[in-house]
Every structure is written in structure tokens, then in C-alpha cells.
């Protein structure tokens, strides 16, 4: 994998990008997180098709030397209110812009980067919730979806066993309203991010592949 040309030609193609993760949401960060989906590697803020991420986990990477132990998360910040009931707004945590919650899709722990590839690896069956694909509302905008890698400090303590039963299933509902300012409190500030833009490929005139073309 040739890690440094991945993301000089992100650096290139994505000038207006000012973070690495979307402009108004907190945590945030402007270190840069790879991430590639077979052939196609992730700009921040590039649109891609559906079917891309759909297709199964991505290769997640980084140049810096990261000698610890992390987190891998994927959290959609584009999940419309007006999918709850009404007196189960009030207890929903902030997405990105108005009346937006969060969805969890991945949350891989005891990762570690091998410094001969630079590739983000973890043992199998260890992700306190699979990799789940985008799964943005037919004629709904175009959903964020961020990539976030964080610390797992050995006091990390990760959710009730009930609850990390229940993340197993990709479309189960305790993955909605997710906290990643809890998080923050527990294991402290991302250290790198990335994040695409998909919206429902049924929906007039969505993606049919990604924005930079690749």
C-alpha cells in the first residue's frame, strides 16, 4: 500500500477541507485517518456511492507512528429526528446541524498499527460493534459519516455486556442516539479522523462513484 501517496493525492484533490472531520460537529480534529475500500481510498468529505462502503470493512491507516492502543469508530452524525417519537427528541444526542442525532456503525477496540505497513490491525471478533455499512433514509440529504480514531487507555471501560450484546446486531436500535462526547470524558480527545458523504443510492441522482474519480 502506498500510504504516502494516499494521502498527498487527498491532500491535493480535498483544498478545501479544512478538517478532517465536519465542520461544526465536536470532537473534531485536522489529523488525517486513511481509509481505503478496496481500490478506493477515502478524501475527507468525498461522496461516495452507496454500494462502496456497503461492500464490507475498510483498510484503515496513518503515517504517524501511534505505538499504543486504540479505538477505531464509525459514526453517522445525519440522523433525522423524524425518526423517533416526538417525546424522544428532548433525550437525543446533538448530530450535525439541526434537529440530526448519531448512529453508532463500527467500534473496533485493542486496535494496533503494524509499523512496517502503517496498517490499523485488530484481532477478529473483538470489535465491541461491527462494521456496519451506511444506512441513510430513502430521500434523505446526503448523511456524515467519521471515521475516528481514539486513544483505549487501560482504564478504558467499555458499555454493559447487555448493551455490547445488543451492538452485535448491525441494525439494532441502541445504536442510535450514540455519545462520542462521552466517550471524550472517558478516553480523551480523537486523535485522527476522515469521513464520506453517502446518501441512499434509490434517491434521484445519487452516486454512482466517488468524487474524486479515483
Given at each position: 500500500m502506498h500510504i504516502k501517496n494516499v494521502l498527498a493525492s487527498c491532500a491535493v484533490l480535498a483544498t478545501a477541507v479544512?478538517?478532517?472531520?465536519?465542520?461544526?460537529?465536536?470532537?473534531?480534529?485536522?489529523?488525517?485517518?486513511?481509509v481505503k475500500y478496496g481500490d478506493i481510498e477515502l478524501c475527507p468529505g468525498e461522496e461516495l456511492p452507496q454500494a462502496v462502503p456497503d461492500a464490507g470493512n475498510p483498510s484503515v491507516f496513518s503515517l504517524?507512528?501511534?505505538?499504543?492502543?486504540?479505538?477505531?469508530?464509525l459514526v453517522d452524525l445525519s440522523i433525522p429526528f423524524d425518526l423517533f417519537?416526538?417525546?424522544?427528541?428532548?433525550?437525543?444526542?446533538?448530530?450535525?446541524?439541526?434537529?440530526?442525532?448519531?448512529?453508532?456503525?463500527?467500534?473496533?477496540t485493542n486496535v494496533t498499527r503494524n509499523p512496517k505497513t502503517g496498517t490499523f490491525v485488530y484481532p477478529n471478533n473483538t470489535a465491541?460493534?461491527?462494521?456496519?455499512?451506511?444506512m441513510p433514509p430513502q430521500g434523505d440529504i446526503f448523511h456524515d459519516?467519521?471515521?475516528?480514531?481514539?486513544?483505549?487507555?487501560?482504564?478504558?471501560?467499555?458499555p454493559s455486556a447487555a448493551v455490547v450484546a445488543s451492538y452485535q446486531d448491525p441494525g439494532s436500535t441502541?445504536?442510535?442516539?450514540?455519545?462520542?462526547?462521552?466517550?471524550?470524558?472517558q478516553v480523551g480527545n480523537p486523535l485522527a479522523a476522515?469521513?464520506?458523504?453517502?446518501?441512499?443510492?434509490?434517491?434521484?441522482?445519487?452516486?454512482?462513484?466517488?468524487t474524486f474519480g479515483h
Open positions: 479544512l478538517a478532517q472531520s465536519p465542520a461544526g460537529f465536536s470532537p473534531s480534529t485536522k489529523v488525517p485517518l486513511g504517524r507512528p501511534y505505538p499504543a492502543t486504540y479505538m477505531i469508530l417519537p416526538a417525546d424522544e427528541t428532548k433525550t437525543l444526542v446533538p448530530g450535525l446541524g439541526p434537529n440530526r442525532t448519531t448512529r453508532l456503525h463500527w467500534w473496533q465491541l460493534a461491527p462494521y456496519a455499512g451506511p459519516y467519521v471515521f475516528w480514531l481514539f486513544p483505549q487507555p487501560k482504564t478504558f471501560v467499555p441502541t445504536r442510535f442516539n450514540y455519545s462520542l462526547p462521552a466517550l471524550v470524558r476522515n469521513y464520506m458523504r453517502v446518501e441512499n443510492a434509490a434517491n434521484p441522482g445519487a452516486p454512482t462513484k466517488p
